[in-house]
Structure formats: C-alpha cells, structure tokens
C-alpha cells in the first residue's frame, strides 16, 4: 500500500508539472468512448444514466452524445484544469489493517 500511495503520488506530480501529452489524451479518450459505449449496451446501465441525467436537471443525451462531448476536448481544456484543479492536494484514506501508512 505505501508503494502504490508513493507511485500515485508521484504520477499526480508529474502531471500537475507537465500536464498531459497529446497522446495520454487520445488514449485516454479512447478508452472512455469505449466504456461508454459498452455500458450503454446494458439495459440497466443505460436506465441509470437516463435518471441520472434526468435527476441533475440535464436534457437527453444518447451514448454517442456523451461520447462525442469527451472526444471533444482538446489537450488545453485538460492541462487547464489540471492546474485550476491540482492533483497533488488531495487527502488519502485506507481501509483495512493498515497501521503504518505515511504520507509519501
């Protein structure tokens, strides 16, 4: 647990040093559309992102409509936000049997 807190830690450094690159953001992209889609295949996963949309007061937006609103982003909206909102100030909890974790 102490090495993973200190490599996640040390990858949220990173990235709030030198932000994303071009292909981190593709990927990552990707990736999301992909979940997107899949889980919208689910009948239950769909009816939970309806009422959700619903609940939150937003109009109707097909999976392919989400999908498109994330491949939308460009590499400078991401690094901005970065730093509007830093990685590195975050607070950390555990569960389980762990005494001895120490900030990295």
Do not use: C
């Amino acid at each position: 647990a102490q090495r993973n807190l200190k490599l996640l830690q040390n990858l949220q450094a990173e990235f709030q040093q030198s932000g994303i690159t071009e292909k981190e953001l593709e990927l990552t992209k990707r990736k999301i559309a992909s979940h997107i889609v899949l889980a919208s295949e689910r009948t239950e996963n769909r009816m939970f992102s309806v009422g959700s949309q619903w609940l939150n007061g937003q109009p109707f937006r097909t999976a392919a409509e989400i999908a498109a609103i994330y491949q939308s982003l460009t590499l400078e909206e991401v690094n901005q936000a970065i730093r509007d909102f830093p990685l590195t100030q975050n607070m950390t909890l555990s569960v389980g049997p762990i005494s001895d974790l120490q900030p990295a």
